[in-house]
């Protein structure tokens, strides 16, 4: 990966000029629990949602998947043991614009201790969809998990 060629700014302009596509991870533990993180930073402040990232230029999707872990989540994860369950299209629920969600599955095998990390203010598991749950969250929790 050469690294990231946009600023924050140019990168949510590009939006307006192309989809983006981001790694979604539905994460379970061995309690059959999903991991929700809570942003602390726009769009979203304040909401849950499912941890991932956008695949940046040269970035290849393990590279991405892995990378999501330390960065999002403070825990290292690795590609092979994710799961591809679907493809998606936002075009609606993101401010920023159209993202086009790929979303894995990975269960966790370990416990983890939780702690907020990155651009998260909180991470917690959960058995049912809490209120709150940004972007198009809801609707992949809703056919994805089990």
């Not at 991932?52 to 690795?78: H, M, Y």
Request: charged share 20%.
């Amino acid at each position: 990966m050469t690294g990231l060629f946009l600023t924050p700014k140019q990168f949510t302009a590009s939006f307006a000029h192309v989809p983006r596509v981001a790694l979604v991870l539905l994460i379970v533990n061995r309690q059959n629990q999903f991991l929700l993180t809570k942003r602390a930073i726009e769009p979203g402040s304040g909401m849950w949602h499912l941890p991932g990232s956008f695949l940046l230029k040269d970035e290849q999707i393990a590279q991405c998947l892995e990378r999501t872990g330390p960065q999002e989540l403070g825990f290292t994860l690795s590609a092979k043991d994710c799961r591809l369950v679907h493809v998606s299209e936002n075009l609606e629920s993101d401010p920023r614009g159209h993202v086009i969600d790929i979303i894995y599955k990975y269960r966790l095998l370990r416990e983890i201790s939780l702690s907020a990390w990155g651009d998260s203010a909180e991470l917690g598991f959960f058995s049912t969809i809490p209120q709150g749950v940004g972007f198009n969250h809801v609707e992949i929790l809703q056919k994805w998990y089990n």
